[in-house]
Nanobody
Framework: QVQLVESGGGLVQAGGSLRLSCAASGGALRLSAMGWYRQAPGKQRVLVATISSGGSTNYADSVKGRFTISRDNDKNTVDLQMNNLKPDDTAVYYC?????????WGKGTRVTVSS
């Protein structure tokens, strides 16, 4: 069973920081590409950051320099450190796992950034 559980969301003032965590189960995490996506109210779900099985990272332009994705294969976790948060970062954040070409999703954790 592949399961993803996000945590760490909450309410924060603009300029503040949050760290999101994704706990993964079901197979060797080191073999999977992982990512964080977000969906704002009334908007499409969009890519925030990805990290490959080899550790290479990619970020949406809107979060470059502010967010950092990381993974701990021993603990089966993927984190998203979010600094200098902006109101536009307000969204539900979803963890994504691509395992052998198949996408899996968590249920999301809500982030609200007040102005």
């Amino acid at each position: 069973q592949v399961q993803l559980v996000e945590s760490g969301g909450g309410l924060v003032q603009a300029g503040g920081s949050l760290r999101l965590s994704c706990a993964a189960s079901g197979g060797a995490l080191r073999l999977s590409a992982m990512g964080w996506y977000r969906q704002a109210p009334g908007k499409q779900r969009v890519l925030v950051a990805t990290i490959s099985s080899g550790g290479s990272t990619n970020y949406a332009d809107s979060v470059k320099g502010r967010f950092t994705i990381s993974r701990d294969n021993d603990k089966n976790t993927v984190d998203l450190q979010m600094n200098n948060l902006k109101p536009d970062d307000t969204a539900v954040y979803y963890c994504n796992r691509n395992r052998f070409g198949i996408d899996y999703w968590g249920k999301g954790t809500r982030v609200t950034v007040s102005s």
